[in-house]
Every structure is written in structure tokens, then in C-alpha cells.
């Protein structure tokens, strides 16, 4: 018996529809596949000689300043002779893994905070909403900084999980005024009548309503997630013991290498753009088909 | 876009920039061209209050317009040039001792305020006096010594001390001397404040008077600071000896001096390349000087090094760090010569002693090494076999293969018991890029003798907090100013220090050192001085409380087609006395 | 006549009306005023009037969507109000409602099956599996054939008078007492109408129900209803007899009402009564005629009292000074 | 009135909510101002003693009732770093990134909402691609990496720009000509502007475009175009009037998080304003300096959303509250 078989509607079809579509979204998608590639590679260049390639601890015995680009070190070197190229190999998963679990998990918050905020109204809502309210209030990276300030240690770990808690107020509000608009239609008036209870009625009826909607989000917590972190990084405050792309950054503008060592600075930079942008492409190839009316005529 | 749209945004933009026009103040008065020494600074400073500045960057600009200061002192004495021997600076003559307990200082005649008032023994009584009544942080150790300041006469004060020792000399006799009239009306105020310390820490000074070679114009917050010269210097026209066969004429010899300030050093450094600025008052990471030496206007001082010794201080006060061969075998663990020649890209030395190996005169070189400049088998083989005799054991111990090291894993004490994580505390990236990485290096090296170490990059309020306040840390890597006259022998390693904010964070408290250190404390002699802290510089080497790391070149640009006669000294080119010297170049 | 399944007794529901930037709060609409119904089982009891006039409220207000601000609803001589939370579930089993817009009525993310399945899985606690016994009978009943072709399908691939008829299977799958239907008819083409209404017809024969017939439109409530009451504002100007009210029309409003509806022999010529633009204002408790000011035989007592409800007559009541 | 009157007081109360929590936070962090006045040589009595001058010894919710106590009366306290009154280099700071953000914002508006406008009358055209393509690249751009990158370009190698800070300082002295400040300011803002610019304006364009695309289904256009006008009428005074309406609302909810992009903008840009200041002072745990500055700008923001609320119901009649 196929019991909720999914045709033509289920999220994948619209996600495969927004996405194939659209060139951008084409692109976006290949920009993903292509830095998913160098995650994936990345423990096989390290494994080619961890003495040489590790990001972090790895250098090269010949080399005692930033070089640039050579057959060993297609990339160049920082100054301590380390690859850059493994580094940003080793950074892409580290994007990959704050971007996704952030987005994941902001997304998640924002959902069920938008859906239970639209759904009770009333006094759950207002408290709900003034907070969404005092974390857009204050500028985020101050903010961030100020949470991780109190935390001895500054591991990936709780900067994801930072992020994550901080990063919902904005999914939080859509969701809610889409909840508000959902809860009076008649589908659900349906359902009430025919004695469902609240949380059926939100998880039945109005949460596969919003999921298009929170993958949209997902996609724009993904972007957010991988600036941020990024602009921690190069404020120094991402995990020091991890190259990320944004540290990579941050060493070379705090060792003057900035304009000097352009094979340092510039890939690190254009990987955290293109890999937040692709993300962005397709939340935006994915809005045009939600929402009809963006489409061409 | 069409043209009604861009014509919009270009007339809200003019209207924006005619907004800011009205909002700026109309300037007053014409100023001549006149020759002004553009300097970068990287930070900007706090306070022009000299209680309360306690940044560098700071201190260059206070140090200008007072004489004395708190880093790089000089008050009633000084150091020569570049010999850094002891000489008379506000002072007439050297110290009169009367007994062990009192001493006179005779002052200069004719030294005048900025605002023309004559420099008397009155105004260093009042400062001392004030120092001691609000206990003002930065010059706490400058009256500790101290039993009561007694004005002889204008130009005579007598000084009953607690006991005669060389700190007298170092801390008292070079501290900052404020105005008497004009700070004895923020002291009447502050009295009356029910927080007076609070009042003087915070009190704004406006227009700082000084006795120094350069008077304070104005101050642009954020932005600028400018400073005039000062044709009534004491020094002014005078030649003195360098010390080292040389002689440097005082002057100033330039009409202002500008502080422009930066947000970071690549800009400034652009900044110095276009010409906007004539040097920058900081230490320049090395990966600048290739680009900076290409610059034809430029000259790059690379000689002297920098005034502060990194090293890494273990906390003693716990197992396995209170043991001496443990120390010890991590020391023959570090590569010195990885951190200068990659890290410092060659911009900087070593240092085996707690002292900065370009004051040839005090560092003794020939202290124990650990194997420095050796290779990595060979010092971790030395590593390996002295945590072994030790009693130390591991999981899996780490061996020597050829010219590689497999690194152990789970190192035990001798009592079998795991030797835990020990963890690297030390300041961001961000404030301190050779003390972070540094730090991360010597981790991984660490890990390689099966100690399982970490590193902790913090805010500097956590890490005095942590460190100095709680004294709840394992290893940190930071760095020690080191003064001219080695004092920091006494106040780094002095068991008197050991208290929960004191000095002697490591809790070293070892009789010989003691010993020999309060001896030497009271050596007058140059020379017997210099045998003092050689023999101080030993002790050290061995028992091993912290392991010196590295000193930085002090490198430094200046445009050397706008002003002439910088002088090198020991801490850059860029010092009070360059720019009490400098000349217009024609 | 037969028992009354439904009564309600003063029934009233007022909104709460803000205006202005500043909210400021301007008292509230007096939605549904004070409504006593009686509707006998087994019965269409319709409901008109013109769009505002409350008819939607009270059906909201019947199958508890909505909660009334005062008086008092019974089901079977029980009242509904006041159920603990494991009566209601009771009370839903027995009351179902059909929506107006069968393209708005169903979750555009279920299929046929759980969307019809849902008020068993509620109502009985069964799982999501093995329910297709209902499902294809109630499916059939509500003239899914064959219906097993419906099962999956999402309701973006069914049209409107199939949708309608999805809502319908759903509503009556747990077998309920009553069913408020809500312009059931109104979103669907006209060629469509007559069918549904007819499968209405025979569902309430064939399950013995008894529906709240809720509709703007004569012509359907005549061909529907056994009994029709006439709202306007908030309030019953008049109930009776089906064929009764709308032979013999008493209050004026509904005498204008009539009047509008088109015949189609054209031939006939019908007096129009024209009503005037002007309102009352429901913001205000109704103190006198609510139909004062379009009123074309009002006379100064309807400006002083609000007419009383009589009886004229065959169970034929109104509430108006002038009859 | 009681609408106006109940956001006032929520406005309150989250600020109320803001400072308890940045109070918390920063006494929740490792280490204390009191770094700055207290010298290791100190006894312990002269440094209870001192602390005590600055409030720091106090338990927690007393240094807390204080604190709200000096703030009620308009006292901020003094920076423990700058050493002068919190308010004092706030309002220095504040009006530093204002000049900065207030041109900034105004002009990425202006371009986004001209660009979207123009978009959504062009849909499905290469141009609105090329567009899209261009103003999502520099929306999701790395902003210190986009501002490094032109510093290289504009400042090293052309020499066009000055490579950082607001002013150059010889030309502010003493006997400078108020024009001379004047272009000198703008042409240290030229480089910072146009990275805020570039990097901003993707947001208002895209939301512009949405919501004229939904304006222009609306059934009143088509009323406004059967009645003969012209379509750049239609355009410009029917459908653009109406779709503005989001981009207001993005524009206030956006003051907060824009103004944390600043910090980034000024890093690298040597620009002295206020988000720079906030981290430092974060950082330094300078207590006063820091909560008083998430205070204001919390209030800046919430007064900025309030303000917007209210234009927006005046501006679309269909809105009541």
C-alpha cells in the first residue's frame, strides 16, 4: 500500500523543478558540487604527506617564507611554509560543516518558534516575538562576539551551536505571519472541526505548508552561517586551532601579507563568497517557484 | 537605469556632502608651512592622562610632552643613547647617599613647565607624594621604597628610603614628575569625591603640561593628535655623549609633530608607502620590509630588537609542571630556530635568557641552550631519554626513526598516574600573532612527547584574569618588558611576588636565586652588576620556570627624503630621541 | 415536529473592532445579537441573507470554530459550551461542517486518502494504515467513482466538484448528527451545482442527518431547504415554512430579497423593491429596527424599539413593527 | 493612542530585557576591567579598596540596581579604556559610522529600488538575469574581503583613494579651508561608501522587484492600464508607490544587522565608528562602554522599527492597527 507516496507535489519535486529551472540555479548547484568535491578530497591531499600538507602543522623543510605558486604548492605557501591549497581544501569542509549544521539548526528553531508563535498567539506569541525582537536589536557580529567572550573556549563546536541559537529571528518571523495567514483557512478549520488538536493541526496541516518556505530560509541561514563565520574568522575569533577560511584570511592580514601574497588572500576570500553565494542562487531559484507570481509571464 | 533615477541619487548625494560641509567647524587661523613629522600610530590613544594610559602607543605621545614615563622611563635620570649607562637627565648631578637610608638629588636650574613656570624640587615632592596618596597603578613600584620625600630647597630633595638598593635608581629616580599647580587642584577636587581614585583615573586631561621637548596643540578624538616644539627644552642645543663614542645634539629641530592614527598596520603601511605619513611608531612584521625597501623614499631599520622577550612560563604550583626534568625535557622539545626563521621570517633571535640578547651588555649568551639549533632527533632524543630517567612512562612511547619523530602517546608520571592535558593560554591572533602561533606551534611540538597539549587563545582581561588573578592556568606564552637595567630580575622571579596578584605568576621560589638576587639588588658597580645578572641569567637557565623564546627585531621605516639624523637605538629608530633630533632635510 | 437537535439560546458573538493608526479601540461589531434557533432533526434548516449578516458566524458558532460571547448552545439537550476536554471529542464526532471553497478546504499537502482518513484516525485513534473500507464506501457515497482511482491523488488533481465532494466523504465518514454547510454550492460552475446538491440530498436521507443550510441564494435554499430563517445584521428578522417565507414574505427586508431573485420567464414582471444605500451601524447594540434606515414602511416605533418576534401563523415567524 | 502607547512601553520593556542580559553576559566573562587600575605590586587591602571605588566589588544584582539607578539619571558612567564619559565617545563614534551609513544606506536604497523597479518591468529579459546574477554575487561577497580587494586596486595600484581612516589630518589642521575638510572627508569615504553600496543594494533591488512583481498581478494596475496611461506612469506613480511598502520594513529590520556588517567595514577600512568601538570594548571588558552602546543601538533599531510602523499604516491605508 503506498501510503503518502508523494507525487509531482512532494518537496523534492519542487526542489528539483526550482532548481533545474532556473540557470542560476544551475549554477548555484554546481558551485556546491564543486567545493563538496574539495571536501572530500581534501584528506587525500593531506594523506599525500602530513608532514608537508597538513593545514595546520604541516610545512614544507624548503621553504621559510610565503611563495608563491609551484608544481608542489600549486597555491603558494603562507610564511611558515605551510600549503595553502591544503588549507583550503580543509576549509571547505569546515564551511560545509558550520553552514549546514547552522542552517539546519537556526532553520529548525526558527520553524518551530514561527509556528508555535502564529499558531497560540496570545501570550506565547508576544514573549516569543519580543525576543526575536531583542536579538535583531542588537548587531549581530557585536553580539556574537559578546556570547563567545563568556566561553572559555572557543572550539568550532560552540560557534556552531552559537550561531545556530542566535541565528533564527528572521526564519522565526516568516514562518509566524505565514502560520498566522494558514491557521484561518479552511483546511484547518476543517481539521478542528473534525476534533484534531492542536499539535496535529501544526504538524499535519500547517508545518508541510511552511516547508518550502523554511527551505528557503535554510538556504539564506546556510549564506548567513558561512559569512559569519568567516567574519569571525578574519576578526579572530573563530576557532583558532582549525583552518577555516576565514582564519586564513585573518593570518594573512595579520602577518602583512595582505597585498603582498595575493595567491594567499585571494582564494580564501573568493571560496567564502562563491560557496555563500551558490547557497543563495538556490534558495532563490526556489522562491521563484513557490511563489508563482515572481515567475515569467 | 535612466537618466531621471541618476540624477536623483547625484543630487541626494550632493545634498548629503553639502550636509556634511555645514556641519564642520569654520578653522580659525592660517597656519605657516612649517615642517611637521607625520607618524602612524596603530592604535589610538586612550588618555592623555599619564595615571591612567597604559597602551604603548599611548605612552609615545605622553612621553613627548612629559619627561620621564612608565615604558621607556626617564624623570630626574636617564640612560645614555645608545650605552643605556646611567646619567643625570632633570637631575644636577648622581645620587648623594647619607647613610643606607637617605639620599640627595640635586636638580637642574632653569628647567621650565610648558606654561612657563620654573620645574622645582616641589613639583617631584608633590608628585611622589600624590603617587603614594592614590596608590595610582602605574607608578606603584616607583613609591614603595620610598619612606618620605623632604624638600631641602628648590633645587635640593632629600629621599629616606627602606633600604639602598639598584630599584631606587630604576623605578623613583626615573618616574614621570607632574606640575604641582596644576594637578593640586585635581587632587583638592578628588578629595572631595567619594571615590577620589576613580576621580583621578577618569579626570580628562584637556591640555597636559610637561617639561618635555614637545608641547601639546590639540587633539582630534579617533583621529589625530598634534604637538608643537618646545624652544624652551632644557636640553635644547645641548650635545651629549651617546655612550658609544658618538654624540647626539638635542634640539627639536621640527615645528610639530602629527599623530595620525591607524586601525591596522596594512594600512599605515600603505599609508607610509604613499607618502601620507613619514614613519610609523610600531614594530612592522617582517613580511613587510621586502616591499617597504623597494620604496625609494624609505629607509628600513632592521637592527635593534624589540624591548619584550616572548617566552613560555609554566605555572609550578602543580604536577607534572613543578618538575624540573619535565621542564626541562619540553625545552629540548622547542625549535627555537622553526619560530625565528618561519614565524619571524628571520626578523628576530633567540633568546636563552630571560633578557633581550641586543643589550649585549646584560645578556649573557652562554646560559644552557636545550640543544637550540640541534636537530629534531637529536633534542628529541635528549627529550625522550630525560622524561625516561625521570620515571616517566607512556602507552606508547615516542621513538626516533632515521631523521623522524613518531610521536608518543599517554604519557604517566613516575607514580604511574596519566599526566593530564596541559593547556597553552595566550592572547588572541588578532592582539598578538607571534604569541598565538607560537603558541600553537609549541603545542604540536608538546604532543609529540605524548603530552596531550592544547592551546587557549583568550581576550587579554581573561587572561590576566586566569593567569595573574586566579593563577589557574598550565603553560603561557607571553611576553616580558625588559628594561634597560635588568629589574626585571628582581620582579618577575622575586618570591615576594608570589600572591595572588602578583608578579611572579609562575610561583618560582627557588634559595639561590633568592639569595643571589638580593645580593646583587644592591650592587652598585656596573661591572659587578653585569656579573650579578649573568650569574641570576644562569640560575634561571637551569631551574627553568619559564623558557625564553624569542626577541623581535624592532622594525622600522622612515621616509628619509623629508627629515635626517634618526638615531638607532635599542628599542628602533623611531624613539623620544630621533625626534627630539631630527632635521628638515633642505 | 420532529425533536430539536440543535438550540441555541441568546446566542451572541461580538468582534472586537480597532480603527485608526493608534488602535484606538472603537467598541465592537455586534456580529450575531441575540439568536434563538431551534432546529429539528432530520430537517434542512437554511439560513439567508445578504454577505455580513452573520449566517457564517453562527455556523462557526455551531461547530464551536468559534466560541459565542454570551448564551448558550445544545446538541441533543446537551450543552456544548462548557465540555470537558474528552467531551469534545465526543461533540466533534457528532458535528461536521462543508466548506465554501472546495479549493481552500483541503490541505494541498495530503492526499485523498489522508485528508478523508483523518477525522477516524482522531476520532477512533486508528492508525494511518488499513482504513480503506471507509474510505472507498464514503468515497462512493459521495460520488467518487470508482474510488479507489481518487485515493492518492493530491487535491490539485481533482476539480472543484470533485473536491467538494472529497470534503463532503470526509465530513460524513464518522457518521455525524449534524452538518453546518457553509455555501457549500457557491465556488462551484453551475453546471456542477445541482449534482452536489442532490448528493446532498441523499446523503441526508441515506445517513439520516440533519444540516444547517447556510446560502445567499434563494434560489438553492428553496430547492434545498425545509426551513428557512432570514438574517440580517446580526439578527433573525424572519423564519418559517420554507415555501411559506418565500410565498408570503412578511418583513420587508425579505420582501426586497425575493424581489431581487431573477426569474427566469420573461414574461413575468416583478415590483423590484429598491433598498437604500444607507446602513446602520453595527458597531452599535441594535436599540431599534436594524433595518430602520432602508426601511420602506417604517414608522417612528421602529426608530424607538426593536420589534418583537411573533408568531403570524404557521410556525411563521418575523420581527417587524408593520406586519 | 493605546497602540502607540503599548509599543512604547514594549520598547522599554525589551530594553529593560537587553541590558540585564548584556549586564549578565559581561559578568559572566572571565576577567574584569579592573586589569587597567590595578598593579601587581598592589597589597590585596589597596586593591579591595580600589575596586571597590569602581563599584567592582559589589555583589552582582547591587552593582545591577546601580547601574540602572546612574542610568535612569542619564549617567552612562566612564570607559574604563577611553577613560572619558561612555556617552562622550559614543556620540563621537555613532556619528563616525553615520556619515558613513546614513549615505550608504540612502544610496544602496535609491540604486536597489530603481534597479528593482526596472527589473520587474523587464522580467524574464537577459538584462534582469545579468542583474540578478551581479546584485546576489555582491550581496553574498565577503565584505572585508571585497573591501581588501579594492583597497589593492583603487588605493595601491592606482593611488585613486587614500587606503584608510576618515581624514587625512594635514588637511584638518588649523588654517584648513572648510572645503578642503570637506572634500577630503569625501574622499576617504568614497572607497568604504561604495563596498557598503555594492555589497547592500542587492537587498532592497531584489525585495523591490518581488513586491512590484506582486503589485503589478494586482487587479488595480490593470484598471490604472485600461484607463489608457502610460506604462512608465503605471509604473512610476501606481505600481513602485505600493511595492515600496517591504522595502521600508526590510530597511528598519535591517539597521541592526548592517550595523554589525559595519564592524567588518571599519576593521578594514581604519573607519572609527561605532561597531568597531563595540567589539574593542567587548573585548577590553570595558562594562560601561559596551552595555551602553548595545543600549543605544537596541534603541536606535527599535525607535527606527516603531517609526517604520507607523509611516507604514500612514503610507498604506489598507493598514490599521
Same mark, same amino acid.
Given at each position: ?297 | ?586 | ?323 | ?110 540604486? !536597489?529600488?530603481?534597479? !528593482? ?17 551581479? !546584485? ?10 571585497? !573591501? ?174
Amino acid at each position: 500500500m503506498r501510503i503518502g507516496t508523494k507525487r509531482k507535489f512532494g518537496l523534492a519535486h519542487l526542489l528539483f523543478k526550482g532548481i533545474s529551472q532556473e540557470a542560476l540555479g544551475k549554477i548555484g548547484i554546481a558551485i556546491i558540487i564543486l567545493f563538496g568535491v574539495m571536501a572530500l578530497v581534501s584528506p587525500f591531499v593531506i594523506n599525500i604527506d602530513p608532514d608537508v600538507y597538513d593545514p595546520l602543522i604541516g610545512v614544507d623543510p624548503l621553504i621559510f617564507s610565503s611563495q608563491g605558486p609551484t608544481l608542489t604548492h600549486p597555491l603558494g605557501t603562507d610564511h611558515l611554509g605551510r600549503d595553502v591549497l591544503s588549507q583550503l581544501l580543509k576549509g571547505s569542509q569546515i564551511a560545509f560543516l558550520v553552514g549546514i549544521t547552522v542552517g539546519l539548526m537556526a532553520t529548525l528553531i526558527g520553524t518551530a518558534i514561527g509556528l508555535i508563535s502564529g499558531y497560540f498567539r496570545g501570550a506565547t506569541d508576544s514573549l516569543l516575538m519580543r525576543i526575536t525582537d531583542i536579538i535583531l536589536s542588537i548587531p549581530s557580529l557585536p553580539l556574537l562576539i559578546m556570547i563567545l567572550c563568556v566561553f572559555e573556549h572557543r572550539g568550532i563546536w560552540v560557534i556552531v551551536m552559537v550561531l545556530g541559537l542566535t541565528g533564527w529571528p528572521i526564519t522565526a518571523r516568516v514562518i509566524r505571519s505565514q502560520t498566522l495567514s494558514l491557521r484561518e483557512r479552511p483546511f484547518v478549520q476543517s481539521a478542528r472541526v473534525s476534533g484534531a488538536s492542536d499539535w496535529r493541526i501544526i504538524l499535519i496541516h500547517i508545518a508541510p505548508n511552511v516547508l518550502p518556505l523554511t527551505f528557503l530560509y535554510m538556504t539564506i541561514g546556510v549564506t548567513y552561517a558561512i559569512l559569519t563565520e568567516a567574519g569571525l574568522g578574519f576578526l579572530g575569533f573563530s576557532d583558532p586551532t582549525i583552518s577555516s577560511w576565514g582564519m586564513m584570511l585573518q593570518w594573512c592580514f595579520s602577518t602583512g601579507h595582505t597585498f603582498k601574497a595575493l595567491y594567499w588572500m585571494i582564494p580564501p576570500g573568493l571560496s567564502i563568497s562563491l560557496l555563500a553565494l551558490s547557497f543563495y542562487l538556490v534558495g532563490y531559484s526556489l522562491e521563484r517557484e513557490i511563489n508563482p507570481r515572481l515567475r515569467e509571464p | 537605469m535612466e537618466m531621471k533615477k541618476m540624477r536623483t541619487i547625484v543630487i541626494v548625494t550632493m545634498l548629503l556632502c553639502f550636509g556634511m560641509v555645514t556641519a564642520l567647524v569654520i578653522p580659525s587661523s592660517a597656519m605657516a608651512k612649517e615642517s611637521t613629522v607625520k607618524i602612524g600610530l596603530v592604535m589610538e590613544p586612550q588618555t592623555l592622562n599619564p595615571l591612567s594610559a597604559e597602551s604603548e602607543q599611548n605612552w609615545h605621545i605622553i612621553k613627548m610632552i612629559y619627561c620621564g614615563g612608565y615604558i621607556d622611563p626617564r624623570g630626574l635620570y636617564a640612560y645614555t643613547p645608545k650605552s643605556l649607562e646611567w646619567i643625570p637627565y632633570m637631575a644636577e648631578s648622581m645620587p648623594q647617599w647619607l647613610d643606607d637610608k637617605t639620599v640627595v638629588v640635586k636638580l637642574k636650574k632653569g628647567i621650565k613647565w610648558h606654561d612657563g613656570s620654573e620645574f622645582t624640587a616641589e613639583d617631584v615632592k608633590f608628585t611622589l607624594d600624590f603617587f603614594g596618596e592614590f596608590e595610582a597603578a602605574n607608578y606603584y613600584n616607583t613609591i614603595d621604597m620610598l619612606e618620605k620625600v623632604e624638600v631641602v630647597d628648590p633645587y635640593t630633595i632629600k629621599f629616606h628610603v627602606k633600604e639602598k638598593t639598584t630599584l631606587l635608581y630604576y623605578r623613583t629616580f626615573m618616574t614621570l614628575i607632574l606640575q604641582k599647580a596644576k594637578w593640586s587642584k585635581i587632587v583638592t577636587e578628588a578629595r572631595k569625591n567619594e571615590a577620589p581614585q576613580k576621580y583621578i583615573f577618569n579626570y580628562v586631561i584637556k591640555n597636559p603640561v610637561g617639561t618635555g621637548p614637545f608641547k601639546f596643540v590639540e587633539e582630534k578624538q579617533g583621529q589625530y593628535i598634534l604637538l608643537e616644539k618646545n624652544d624652551d627644552w632644557f636640553l635644547k642645543g645641548q650635545t651629549i655623549s651617546t655612550g658609544d663614542g658618538g654624540s647626539v645634539t638635542y634640539g627639536p629641530f621640527v615645528d610639530r609633530i602629527l599623530f595620525k592614527f591607524y586601525g591596522n598596520l596594512s594600512s599605515a603601511v600603505l599609508a607610509l608607502k604613499g607618502g601620507e605619513i613619514d614613519t610609523i611608531w610600531h614594530g612592522l612584521d617582517a613580511a613587510f620590509i621586502p616591499e617597504l625597501k623597494k620604496v625609494k623614499h624609505l629607509t628600513v631599520s632592521t637592527k635593534p630588537y624589540y624591548h619584550d622577550v616572548k617566552f613560555a612560563g609554566f605555572n609550578l604550583r602543580e604536577k607534572p609542571l613543578s618538575d624540573k626534568m619535565f621542564r626541562k625535557a619540553l625545552a629540548y622539545a622547542i625549535d627555537k630556530d622553526f619560530l625565528i626563521k618561519r614565524l619571524l621570517q628571520g626578523y628576530g633571535t633567540a633568546s636563552d635568557a630571560i633578557e633581550n640578547p641586543g643589550l649585549e651588555f646584560w645578556y649573557n649568551g652562554n646560559v644552557e641552550n636545550y640543544f637550540r639549533g640541534k636537530s629534531e632527533a637529536s633534542r628529541y632524543s635528549k627529550a625522550i631519554s630525560i622524561l625516561k630517567e625521570a620515571g616517566y612512562t607512556w602507552d606508547k612511547e615516542p621513538k626516533i626513526e632515521g631523521s623522524r619523530v613518531i610521536p608518543g602517546v599517554g604519557i604517566k608520571m613516575s607514580d604511574g598516574k596519566k599526566v593530564r592535558t596541559i593547556e597553552i593560554i595566550t592572547r588572541t591572533q588578532a592582539t598578538n600573532p607571534q604569541e598565538a602561533q607560537s603558541a600553537i606551534l609549541i603545542s604540536q611540538w608538546w604532543k609529540k612527547l605524548g603530552v596531550d597539549t592544547k592551546t587557549n587563545l583568550v581576550a587579554f582581561p581573561t587572561l590576566i584574569n586566569n593567569v595573574w588573578w586566579e593563577n589557574k592556568f598550565d603553560v603561557i606564552v607571553f611576553g616580558n618588558i625588559i628594561e634597560p637595567y635588568p629589574v626585571h630580575l628582581q620582579y618577575y622571579f622575586d618570591v615576594k611576588e608570589i600572591y595572588q596578584y602578583g608578579w611572579n605568576v609562575m610561583a618560582y621560589k627557588e634559595d639561590r636565586y633568592q639569595k643571589a638576587m638580593y645580593d646583587w639588588l644592591k650592587v652598585f658597580d656596573w661591572d659587578e652588576a653585569r656579573k650579578g645578572a649573568f650569574r641570576l641569567q644562569e640560575i634561571l637557565a637551569d631551574d627553568l620556570p619559564h623558557i625564553p623564546l624569542f626577541v623581535l627585531k624592532n622594525i622600522h621605516a622612515y621616509n628619509h627624503t623629508r627629515f635626517k639624523g634618526w638615531i638607532e637605538q635599542y628599542n628602533g629608530v623611531v624613539n623620544k630621541d630621533s625626534l627630539s633630533c631630527i632635521r628638515p632635510v633642505k | 415536529m420532529s425533536d430539536v437537535i440543535v438550540k441555541t439560546t441568546n446566542l451572541t458573538k461580538n468582534f472586537p473592532a480597532k480603527k485608526g493608526i493608534f488602535r484606538r479601540s472603537n467598541g465592537c461589531i455586534y456580529a450575531v445579537h441575540d439568536v434563538n434557533l431551534e432546529i429539528p432533526e432530520g430537517k434542512i434548516f437554511g439560513l439567508v441573507g445578504e454577505s455580513g449578516s452573520g449566517k457564517t458566524t453562527i455556523g462557526n458558532l455551531l461547530v464551536r470554530l468559534i466560541e459565542p460571547t454570551c448564551g448558550r448552545i445544545q446538541l441533543n439537550g446537551q450543552d456544548i459550551l462548557d465540555l470537558k476536554k474528552s467531551e469534545e471529542i465526543h461533540f466533534r464526532r457528532k458535528v461536521q461542517m462543508i466548506f465554501q471553497d472546495p479549493y481552500e478546504s483541503l490541505n494541498p499537502r495530503l492526499t485523498v486518502y489522508e485528508t478523508v482518513a483523518e477525522p477516524l484516525i482522531i476520532q477512533e485513534k486508528r492508525s494511518m494504515h488499513g482504513n480503506e473500507k471507509e474510505l472507498l464506501y464514503a468515497l462512493e457515497s459521495a460520488g467518487l467513482t470508482p474510488p479507489q482511482d481518487f485515493l492518492y491523488r493530491y487535491p490539485h488533481e481533482l476539480s472543484g466538484g470533485q473536491r467538494q465532494r472529497v470534503a463532503i466523504a470526509r465530513a460524513l465518514i464518522i457518521r455525524p448528527k449534524f452538518v453546518v454547510a457553509d455555501e457549500p454550492v457557491s465556488m462551484l460552475d453551475v453546471s456542477i451545482r445541482v449534482s452536489v446538491l442532490n448528493l446532498m440530498l441523499e446523503l441526508k436521507d441515506n445517513f439520516g442527518l440533519t444540516y444547517l443550510f447556510i446560502t445567499h441564494d434563494l434560489s438553492i435554499a428553496r430547492y434545498m431547504c425545509d426551513w428557512l430563517i432570514v438574517m440580517y445584521q446580526g439578527k433573525i428578522v424572519e423564519s418559517g415554512n420554507t415555501e411559506e417565507v418565500i410565498q408570503h414574505p412578511l418583513h420587508p427586508y425579505t420582501r426586497a430579497l425575493i424581489s431581487a431573485v431573477p426569474i427566469p420567464d420573461p414574461m413575468v414582471k416583478r415590483r423590484r423593491v429598491e433598498l437604500s444605500e444607507a446602513m446602520e451601524d453595527t458597531s452599535k447594540p441594535p436599540l431599534r429596527c436594524r433595518f430602520y434606515p432602508k426601511c420602506e414602511t417604517r414608522s417612528p416605533i421602529c426608530e424607538r424599539e426593536y420589534p418583537e418576534f411573533n408568531d403570524k401563523g404557521h410556525a411563521h415567524f418575523v420581527a417587524c413593527h408593520g406586519v | 493612542m493605546g497602540y502607540l502607547v503599548n509599543r512604547l512601553i514594549m520598547t522599554v520593556i525589551t530594553l529593560f530585557v537587553i541590558l540585564t542580559v548584556t549586564f549578565t553576559m559581561f559578568r559572566l566573562m572571565p576577567g574584569d576591567p579592573s586589569v587597567f587600575f590595578i598593579s601587581p605590586q598592589m597589597s590585596t587591602e589597596t586593591i579591595a579598596r580600589i575596586k571597590a571605588q569602581f563599584g567592582l566589588d559589589q555583589p552582582i544584582h547591587k552593582q545591577f540596581t546601580n547601574y540602572l539607578g546612574s542610568i535612569l539619571h542619564g549617567n552612562f558612567g566612564h570607559s574604563f579604556f577611553y577613560k572619558r564619559p561612555v556617552l562622550e565617545v559614543i556620540g563621537e563614534r555613532l556619528l563616525n559610522t553615520i556619515v558613513l551609513f546614513l549615505p550608504a544606506a540612502i544610496i544602496s536604497y535609491l540604486v !536597489g529600488v530603481g534597479l !528593482g523597479r526596472y527589473m520587474a518591468w523587464k522580467r524574464g529579459g537577459t538584462s534582469e538575469r545579468v542583474l540578478i546574477f551581479t !546584485g546576489l554575487s555582491f550581496w553574498t561577497f565577503f565584505v572585508p574581503w571585497l !573591501g581588501l580587494l579594492m583597497i589593492w586596486v583603487l588605493s595601491y595600484k592606482f593611488g585613486l583613494f587614500p587606503v584608510g581612516g576618515m581624514i587625512t589630518p594635514d588637511k584638518w589642521l588649523p588654517g584648513s579651508t572648510l572645503l578642503g575638510r570637506a572634500l577630503d572627508l569625501l574622499h576617504h569615504l568614497v572607497s568604504p561608501l561604495v563596498c557598503y553600496v555594492l555589497t547592500w543594494f542587492a537587498g532592497n533591488m531584489l525585495i523591490m522587484r518581488n513586491s512590484m512583481l506582486e503589485t503589478i498581478g494586482e487587479d488595480y494596475i490593470l484598471t490604472v492600464r485600461a484607463k489608457g496611461l502610460s506604462e512608465r506612469k503605471i509604473r512610476n506613480k501606481h505600481a513602485a508607490r505600493n511595492a515600496i511598502l517591504p522595502v521600508v520594513t526590510a530597511f528598519s529590520m535591517s539597521i541592526a544587522y548592517s550595523i554589525g556588517g559595519c564592524v567588518l567595514l571599519e576593521t578594514v577600512f581604519s573607519w572609527p565608528g561605532i561597531g568597531r568601538t563595540m567589539v574593542d570594548s567587548v573585548l577590553l571588558r570595558d562594562y560601561p562602554l559596551a552595555q551602553a552602546s548595545f543600549i543605544l543601538i537596541a534603541t536606535v533599531v527599535l525607535v527606527a522599527n516603531l517609526i517604520t510602523d507607523i509611516l507604514y499604516a500612514y503610507l498604506d491605508p489598507r493598514i490599521r492597527y
